[in-house]
């Protein structure tokens, strides 16, 4: 260990003595980016930037379970993710493959899918399928893998589910106007029957939100972080929930 790491194990030893876990988010969205930009930066390839990134999301799991996280989002790949040329998007999914069975492997967490499967490829639709099954019954942090997620097509899935289920039901279409409101939508959401994210952070200094849990977001907390996602440390990590703490969140009263 060199002088720095030192300098900073102490610092992150330091924030974590005086974080009240009184005031610290129940649920964590993270949008995991800066990968290729890491691997730039060290000399890498844009698959080690992805296989690095990959490999952090054990260690922030492990962080949110020593600080009373119960549900973690982790945006993985967006629908416009599935754009990119092939001999790109092939090895990024294997990667992704790859950390889905790591964390159902794991034994602590429970595996959920957030997206539309019907978009991924089938061998991707297997591994998170299986890993939503053989987790079911841990009792560790809910872990919503977004993979193939768009915060637009997520309220498009809602309303169309909404609309089927009343079809099959007979609802007519003025009848379903009448009574259709915010928590019906809400219903049918990927995360439906979770709490909404309380803090959103995104690594590699861009502030925006490319369309992150768009309805789920509406009053959570964001915490724009310079880092990319594979450098992100456990000091850069209780900062965000520090910051968050400090916040007096109103709900738009």
């Known amino acids: 260990m060199n002088l720095r790491d030192l300098v900073y194990g102490l610092y992150a030893r330091r924030v974590e003595g005086r974080l009240d876990h009184a005031q610290v988010p129940k649920h964590i969205g993270v949008i995991l980016d800066g990968n290729r930009r890491w691997a730039k930066a060290s000399g890498g390839t844009p698959e080690q930037g992805h296989k690095a990134g990959a490999d952090k999301i054990q260690e922030l799991l492990g962080w949110c379970a020593e600080t009373d996280v119960e549900v973690v989002t982790l945006w993985m790949l967006s629908t416009d993710n599935l754009s990119r040329p092939e001999e790109q998007l092939v090895p990024l999914l294997g990667i992704i493959e790859n950390a889905v069975r790591a964390l159902a492997a794991d034994g602590r967490w429970r595996v959920h899918h957030v ?98 849990m768009l309805w789920q977001s509406a009053h959570s907390e964001y915490y724009f972080c310079e880092v990319h996602w594979p450098a992100f440390r456990k000091v850069d990590f209780l900062r965000a929930l520090r910051d968050y703490a400090a916040r007096h969140r109103r709900y738009g009263a």
Do not use: C, M, W
């Open 115 to 212: 997206g539309t499967l019907d978009l991924l490829p089938a061998r991707t639709q297997s591994v998170l399928k299986e890993a939503e099954q053989s987790t079911h019954d841990n009792t560790g942090i809910l872990v919503n893998v977004a993979v193939g997620y768009g915060g637009r097509q997520e309220i498009a899935d809602a309303v169309r589910s909404l609309l089927l289920e009343h079809a099959e039901k007979g609802t007519s279409f003025e009848e379903l106007a009448e009574i259709v409101d915010v928590e019906h939508i809400s219903e049918h959401l990927y995360t439906r029957g979770q709490p909404d994210p309380d803090l959103v952070i995104r690594t590699s200094g861009e502030q925006r939100l490319s369309g992150f």
